[in-house]
């Protein structure tokens, strides 16, 4: 029998802990507790986790700063979990290198479709896939080309490289920062209006109705996702 994924919960809130634990230990993974900084990364180094949600309101320490020092240290993928009013913060922390967020109030059955998410990208990330098809489209990013029910879809290469963007880290979302940065360059990647563009573009092109897009989604003042991906 393969062994368990372990999931290290870092959470300052005994009750909000509590829920975590037990969604996930229900889920068939095991799971470790951290109420401090300082305890989680003890924790880290001990349990070697394969997958850590992260709190940002420590009470020793910004949890921001254990992002790089969990990726550096163990590998492990990073879900943030933090309060509704935090944008700031998410986006920071997707810059840090986090690879999602969840916002409490938090519903189990969403934590636990991100939780499946990200262990399967970093199963996928080894894998190097070179497709991603959601809905009727289908992306091949080794080709560079987009078919949407086996039809070519005539994408600019500013459209191309967004909609690839999406495609890599697949029903994660990618912050606006990261994506104009990536795809236009450093110099603009305060620039979110060239991405609302193309993703306006992107989703006349590809979505069954573009006014309610279910396949790039948005994350308001953070990012965009491509969801549906299998
Ligand atoms: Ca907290």
Redesign the pocket.
């Known amino acids: 029998m393969a062994a368990q994924p372990r999931i290290l919960i870092v959470?300052?809130?005994a009750h909000i802990r509590r829920l975590l634990r037990v969604a996930v230990e229900r889920a068939g993974y095991a799971a470790t507790e951290a109420a401090t900084a300082r305890e989680a990364l003890s924790a880290a180094d001990i349990d070697k986790p394969e997958l850590v949600l992260l709190?940002?309101?420590?009470p020793d320490r910004d949890g921001l700063e254990l992002i790089q020092l969990f990726r550096a240290r163990t590998g492990a993928t990073v879900i943030v979990v933090s309060a509704r009013e935090e944008t700031a913060e998410k986006v920071a922390a997707l810059d840090l290198g986090a690879d999602d967020y969840l916002t409490k109030p938090f519903d189990t059955e969403e934590l636990l479709a991100r939780v499946r998410t990200a262990l399967r990208h970093r199963v996928a990330g080894e894998t190097g896939q070179t497709t991603a098809t959601t809905g009727d489209v289908e992306i091949d990013l080794e080709r560079r080309r987009v078919r949407r029910a086996g039809e070519e879809v005539h994408l600019s290469p500013k459209e191309y490289d967004v909609l690839a963007e999406l495609a890599k880290r697949p029903d994660r979302v990618i912050g606006h920062r990261q994506l104009l940065r990536t795809v236009w360059g450093p110099a603009h990647e305060d620039h979110v209006d060239y991405l609302r563009i193309v993703v306006r573009n992107l989703r006349q092109k590809l979505e069954t109705d573009p006014a309610r897009p279910r396949m790039i989604t948005n994350e308001p003042g953070v990012g965009y996702r491509l969801t549906g991906v299998r």
């Open positions: 959470e300052d809130d709190d940002l309101g420590l």
